[in-house]
């Protein structure tokens, strides 16, 4: 199975901040890599798939880089309502998998 | 408007069984693939098992031979079957829709609780 590592497991930010997520494969998935926002209570959110296409309706401020095992989720000026669990998911191949999440909140 | 909607979760005994389902409007189910994802409590998302659109079927290791997915085309509803269920199977189950390859899981509905206790 591939597995996937996201870092930080936890980030504290303030609005207006750049911040970055990491997650990593453990072996090639091309850019078949999704970021998904999940708040309390709720399902998750798709914000980019193919790495770095945005979903419609996403805020800009939201983007995905990378390809092969290395990528990356960057929020170009933190708000408040992007306090949040994210996520990244590889689709390359069956069984899929999902990064263990980084909880961002606000210092 | 796109809407997902599970049912059918709820308190079993281990080794017991569960039938889930998920009923889709707003999008044309027949091109779709469907999955199940489940996040047990206070823990990520762990995706369980997909039904392609145009045929196959593929399961997490944790649940093969044990659930059975399938799906009614004419009444646009996703279903999974579960036998053998065991205490970590405890958590909430979501349908969620994939548009074809290279997208991901784009809608989710709002999950069903399976609860796996004596």
Not at chain 2, 92 to 115: E, R
Request: hydrophobic share 35%.
């Amino acid at each position: 199975d591939i597995q996937m590592t996201q870092s930080p497991s936890t980030l504290s930010a303030s609005v207006g901040d750049r911040v970055t997520i990491t997650c990593r494969a453990s072996q090639y998935i091309s850019v078949w890599l999704a970021w998904y926002e999940q708040k309390p209570g709720k399902a998750p959110n798709l914000l980019i798939y193919k790495a770095s296409t945005l979903q419609t309706g996403v805020p800009s401020r939201f983007s995905g880089s990378g390809s092969g095992t290395e990528f990356t989720l960057t929020i170009s000026g933190l708000q408040p309502d992007d306090s949040a669990t994210y996520y990244c998911h590889q689709y390359k191949t069956e069984p899929w998998t999902f990064g263990q999440g980084t909880k961002v909140d606000f210092k | 408007e796109v809407e997902l909607l599970e049912s059918g979760g709820g308190l079993v005994q281990p080794g017991g069984s569960l039938r889930l389902s998920c009923v889709v409007s707003g999008l044309p189910f027949t091109t779709y693939d469907m999955s199940w994802i489940r996040q047990a409590p206070g823990k990520g998302l762990e995706w369980v098992s997909i039904s392609a659109s145009n045929g196959p079927i593929f399961y997490a290791d944790s649940v093969r031979g044990r659930f059975t997915i399938s799906r009614d085309n004419f009444k646009s509803t996703l279903f999974l079957e579960m036998n053998g269920l065991r205490a970590e199977d405890t958590a909430l189950y979501y349908c969620a829709s994939k548009k074809g390859f290279g997208y991901a899981l784009d809608y989710w509905g709002p999950g069903t609780l399976v609860t796996v206790s004596s």
